[in-house]
Each structure stands twice: as structure tokens, then as C-alpha cells.
């Protein structure tokens, strides 16, 4: 985890000259803040390995379990039928993504038949890439036309940071009656962000 914070100690003779410098200084911070915004690796690698798992049992209605939704690019796709997952009768499904319809994604041509006692158990995956859009799922054993659904794929943001960071900048020093510091002060600023860091 990077944990920076930026913490900037300095001294300053005339008042006047120091306050100009602050300017300046919060500028510098300012840069440092947006160039800390944007992708984040370790968060852009965490997406390729989402799986995404559909799991069926005896039903011939439904799928036992599904994902609803998925992040653009790669995915492992998980569709387990087994007994592990309930099925008692040997009964095979499948796990096809639609191909023609226009009103959805057609570009991941998906067709998993899977029953307890196949050579993996019931248990398959496959590695796809995922676009932006709706994938319509079914099974398509005679009979099974209920077991369908839709899983949206939204864009991968690549865990961009919107989040500013929390910046701060104190005076420390000697004032006068009228509030106004006199002779040398110091000036601290400081940021911190939860989120990526800063760099
Ligand atoms: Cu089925």
C-alpha cells in the first residue's frame, strides 16, 4: 500500500515574501494531486481476474446461481452443473451466450454443455473477453428455454481515482496586534488520499 504524504517544512524571512511562496507551494500541490488521479495498476490487474461462476442444478427452469453484472475484459467464466452444486439426476444444461440477436453483444461466442459425470465433473471454464453491453445467456437443451438470463458488462474504469485528496496548509509564527506575523513564520501543507496515494 503507498501510503506518501506530501509534507513540505520551510522557513521564510519578510512576511510578505512568504505569503508568495504559499502561492506557490499550493500550486506545486495542486500538480502533485492530479498527477496522482487516473489508472491504478494494481486495481487495472484485479479486473482481469474477475470469474464470473453459473451454476445449475436439477432445474430445468433456472440456473441456480448467475452473475448479473461484469467489468470490460478479461474474465474467467465459470459454469459448474455438479453435484457439488445440487444436481441429482445427471440432468445436462448448458451455457450459451446469444450470437445473433442485435439488441445484444454477439462477440463472445460461449457454449458450455456440462453434466456431472463429463470429464470435468461438471465443472468447465473458459477464458473470454467481455465488452461494454448485455450478453443474453441460455441453456439450450430441449425444453430448458426458461434458463436464461442477461448479464451487463460495464466499462472498466481501471479504478481511476475521482477523489481529490485532502490538502491542508497551516502558518506557524509570531503575530502582531493585527493578526499579521512578524519576522519569520512557518508554513506547513500536507495531502493525503485514501485512495491511490500521492504522488
Ligand atoms: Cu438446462
Not at 100 to 114: H, K, R, T, W
Request: charged letters at 15%; hydrophobic letters at 35%.
Amino acid at each position: 500500500m503507498r501510503h506518501p504524504s506530501l509534507l513540505a517544512r520551510k522557513r521564510y524571512g519578510p512576511t510578505r515574501w512568504w505569503v508568495a511562496l504559499l502561492g506557490s507551494f499550493l500550486m506545486v500541490l495542486g500538480l502533485a494531486s492530479t498527477a496522482a488521479y487516473g489508472r491504478d495498476d494494481d486495481r487495472a490487474t484485479a479486473a482481469a481476474d474477475q470469474v464470473l461462476t453459473w451454476t445449475a442444478g436439477d432445474p430445468i427452469d433456472h440456473y441456480l446461481s448467475a452473475p448479473r453484472t461484469a467489468v470490460a475484459g478479461p474474465a474467467t467464466i465459470v459454469f459448474e452443473n455438479s453435484a457439488a452444486t445440487g444436481n441429482t439426476t445427471g440432468m445436462p444444461h448448458t451455457l450459451t451466450f446469444g450470437v445473433s440477436d442485435v439488441e445484444f453483444n454477439n462477440d463472445v461466442p460461449l457454449n458450455i454443455l456440462a453434466n456431472p459425470s463429463d470429464s470435468e465433473g461438471g465443472k468447465h471454464s473458459v477464458e473470454v473477453t467481455l465488452t461494454p453491453g448485455r450478453y443474453f445467456y441460455h441453456c439450450t437443451i430441449p425444453g430448458h428455454g426458461s434458463m436464461q438470463g442477461i448479464l451487463t458488462v460495464t466499462e472498466d474504469s481501471g479504478g481511476e481515482d475521482t477523489t481529490a485528496p485532502e490538502t491542508s496548509a497551516t502558518v506557524d509564527g509570531d503575530k502582531n496586534a493585527g493578526g499579521a506575523y512578524i519576522g519569520q513564520a512557518t508554513v506547513t501543507v500536507a495531502a493525503t488520499d485514501a485512495g491511490s496515494g500521492v504522488d
